[in-house]
Nanobody, 123 residues
Framework: VQLVESGGGLVQAGGSLKLSCAAS????????IAWFRQAPGKEREGVSC????????YYGDSVKGRVTISRDSAKKTVYLHMNSLKSEDTAVYYC?????????????????WGQGTQVTVSS
């Protein structure tokens, strides 16, 4: 069971990034997938989540309106499109798979985590 994030990098404030989370080793279509982030010295924060069929999406208040989550069953990949990036979006972004079909805010709900990808937004 593995999740691998990619797409992070350095971007100027106001710019965009698309993060990818490639899954392997489990039945991708059965589980909800979420994105979390953690900035230095701060607690891990939920960014977004998508249910197993992609018919339910959820966003944290700090990113609502600037972020879109989607999933591609054929590629077993979840994407996080981020626009209008701000310096406060700087963090390591992790994707996580729940052992369930639906989303929850609690990070304990998610049993499999990727290694993370760094997003740095310069002001």
């Amino acid at each position: 069971v593995q999740l691998v994030e990619s797409g992070g990098g350095l971007v100027q404030a106001g710019g965009s990034l698309k993060l990818s989370c490639a899954a392997s080793g489990f039945v991708f279509d059965d589980y909800a997938i979420a994105w979390f982030r953690q900035a230095p010295g701060k607690e891990r924060e939920g960014v977004s989540c998508i249910t197993y069929r992609g018919d339910g999406t959820y966003y944290g208040d700090s990113v609502k309106g600037r972020v879109t989550i989607s999933r591609d069953s054929a590629k077993k990949t979840v994407y996080l499109h981020m626009n209008s990036l701000k310096s406060e979006d700087t963090a390591v972004y992790y994707c996580a798979a729940a052992g369930y079909a639906l989303c929850r805010e609690d990070d304990q709900w998610y049993s499999t985590w990727g290694q993370g990808t760094q997003v740095t937004v310069s002001s």
